[in-house]
């Protein structure tokens, strides 16, 4: 077993000892709990201190505040609009100090210590490079410069206890005309980290179809890719990104449940695309939080998610933005026991889905399952 699988990530030692019993569902045992992430994007999980240090360094003034406690709930405000549209607006500050090499560096390295520190043993965490090259940067830099920042945060991480494997998702913005040459770059770094590709960006008017070289691209190299889909538009865009694009995976896919009915009895009935969705276990990047902010859903409890789960959906839990969402992975997870009841063993599912669904070698995956995922709940399970 490699050193990045090691059962280190459970860190036994941090279950709550003032819990009635040691496997207790308190926010504090839930961090210790080992955890997979697929969907978060790095230039939604700055720390807000951090915004305004960057932004100092490099001469940005336009934040809305210098004060790190105001800047962050300003985020989390903003994002609380119920748009996409202003939602997306949010990042046009983050990716302000995101602009150098230092900076790159710097949130990369945090990004991984941070998710470690909440018990994320694996992630895929994207960003769009053509989004960072205001200052000079070329394409291959701003890759290789997050990149140094994951292994950076990840050796900080392992040195606290807290073992990691984070790997990169290159983002192509769905608005502009640079998918082929991101897909490139994703073939290129590939045997240094990168994972796969995706594209993002407002969904109406931007269907994936228009990025149909760079899927077909990518398939001709046996490269994996996912597609923002059914979040900000409805069952035709998850339509075109899986039957068009060959999606392997949905980004958020909450729209999905448009395709689901109730009969007479309040028996469920999947339609054509929502059964070919479970039949083939294509999994479903969801984020609770993230979907009450942009309009997706109205609560946790009424969230899509909860129905999926119960129809046996490939569901998978992650953060999306955990700035704008003042969320983390132990949060959403929280968030689910409080609205649905879940116990640990759904916990773990999740999880288990999302292992499955990453874009890893089978082996490694087996891996982190089999002498960190399991170990690691069953510890918790009694």
Same mark, same amino acid.
């Given at each position: 077993?490699?050193?990045?699988?090691? %059962?280190?990530?459970? @860190? &036994?030692?941090?279950?709550?000892?003032?819990?009635?019993?040691?496997?207790?569902?308190?926010?504090? @045992?839930?961090?210790?709990?080992?955890?997979?992430?697929?969907?978060?994007?790095?230039?939604?999980?700055?720390? %807000?201190?951090?915004?305004?240090?960057?932004?100092?360094?490099?001469?940005?003034?336009?934040?809305?505040?210098?004060?790190?406690?105001?800047?962050?709930?300003?985020?989390?405000?903003?994002?609380?609009?119920?748009?996409?549209?202003?939602?997306?607006?949010?990042?046009?500050?983050?990716?302000?100090?995101? *602009?150098?090499?230092?900076?790159?560096?710097?949130?990369?390295?945090?990004?991984?210590?941070?998710?470690?520190?909440?018990?994320?043993?694996?992630?895929?965490?994207?960003?769009? =490079?053509?989004?960072?090259?205001?200052?000079?940067?070329?394409? =291959?830099?701003?890759?290789?410069?997050?990149?140094?920042?994951?292994?950076?945060?990840?050796?900080?991480?392992?040195? @606290?206890?807290?073992?990691?494997?984070?790997?990169?998702?290159?983002?192509?913005?769905?608005?502009?005309?640079?998918?082929?040459?991101?897909?490139?770059?994703?073939?290129?770094?590939?045997?240094?980290?990168?994972?796969?590709?995706?594209?993002?960006?407002?969904?109406?008017?931007? %269907? %994936?179809?228009?990025?149909?070289?760079?899927?077909?691209?990518?398939?001709?190299?046996?490269?994996?890719?996912?597609?923002?889909?059914?979040?900000?538009?409805?069952?035709?865009? /998850?339509?075109?990104?899986?039957?068009?694009?060959?999606?392997?995976?949905?980004?958020?896919?909450?729209?999905?449940?448009?395709?689901?009915?109730?009969?007479? *009895?309040?028996? =469920?009935?999947?339609?054509?695309?929502?059964?070919?969705?479970?039949?083939?276990?294509?999994?479903?990047?969801?984020? &609770?939080?993230?979907?009450?902010?942009?309009?997706?859903? *109205?609560? /946790?409890?009424?969230?899509?998610?909860?129905?999926?789960?119960?129809?046996?959906?490939?569901?998978?839990?992650?953060?999306?933005?955990?700035?704008?969402?003042?969320?983390?992975?132990?949060?959403?997870?929280?968030?689910?026991?409080?609205?649905?009841?879940?116990?640990?063993?759904?916990?773990?599912?999740?999880?288990?889905?999302?292992?499955?669904?990453?874009?890893?070698?089978?082996?490694?995956?087996?891996?982190?399952?089999?002498?960190?995922?399991? &170990?690691?709940?069953?510890?918790?399970?009694?």
């Amino acid at each position: 077993m490699s050193s990045s699988s090691s %059962p280190q990530a459970l @860190n &036994p030692h941090a279950l709550d000892p003032h819990a009635r019993n040691p496997q207790a569902l308190t926010t504090r @045992n839930i961090i210790a709990a080992p955890k997979v992430l697929l969907h978060d994007h790095l230039d939604g999980g700055l720390r %807000p201190a951090t915004i305004v240090e960057l932004a100092a360094e490099c001469g940005y003034h336009q934040l809305p505040s210098t004060d790190p406690v105001e800047l962050g709930r300003w985020f989390v405000d903003a994002a609380d609009s119920g748009s996409l549209v202003r939602y997306l607006e949010t990042f046009d500050h983050t990716v302000a100090v995101m *602009q150098t090499r230092e900076g790159l560096l710097r949130v990369a390295s945090e990004c991984a210590q941070d998710l470690a520190a909440d018990g994320v043993v694996y992630a895929e965490v994207r960003f769009a =490079p053509e989004q960072h090259l205001e200052r000079g940067l070329t394409l =291959p830099q701003v890759v290789q410069a997050v990149l140094d920042g994951f292994q950076q945060g990840s050796q900080v991480a392992a040195r @606290n206890g807290r073992t990691i494997r984070l790997r990169a998702l290159l983002t192509a913005m769905r608005q502009f005309a640079r998918s082929r040459e991101i897909a490139e770059l994703v073939v290129a770094f590939r045997d240094k980290e990168v994972a796969g590709f995706d594209i993002a960006g407002a969904e109406a008017g931007y %269907p %994936p179809s228009r990025h149909l070289d760079a899927f077909e691209y990518l398939q001709r190299k046996n490269s994996h890719f996912t597609i923002h889909a059914g979040e900000g538009f409805g069952l035709p865009s /998850i339509w075109e990104a899986i039957q068009w694009c060959g999606a392997e995976r949905l980004g958020h896919g909450v729209r999905i449940v448009d395709d689901i009915t109730f009969d007479d *009895q309040q028996q =469920p009935r999947l339609g054509l695309l929502a059964g070919y969705v479970r039949d083939r276990r294509i999994p479903l990047e969801m984020a &609770p939080t993230s979907n009450l902010q942009t309009g997706a859903a *109205q609560s /946790i409890a009424t969230h899509p998610i909860g129905l999926l789960t119960d129809l046996g959906f490939r569901v998978t839990v992650n953060t999306d933005n955990r700035l704008m969402s003042g969320c983390s992975m132990s949060s959403e997870m929280d968030a689910l026991v409080e609205a649905f009841g879940y116990g640990w063993d759904k916990l773990q599912w999740f999880t288990l889905n999302a292992m499955k669904s990453a874009f890893l070698p089978f082996d490694e995956r087996l891996d982190l399952i089999n002498d960190v995922i399991k &170990p690691g709940y069953s510890a918790l399970m009694g």
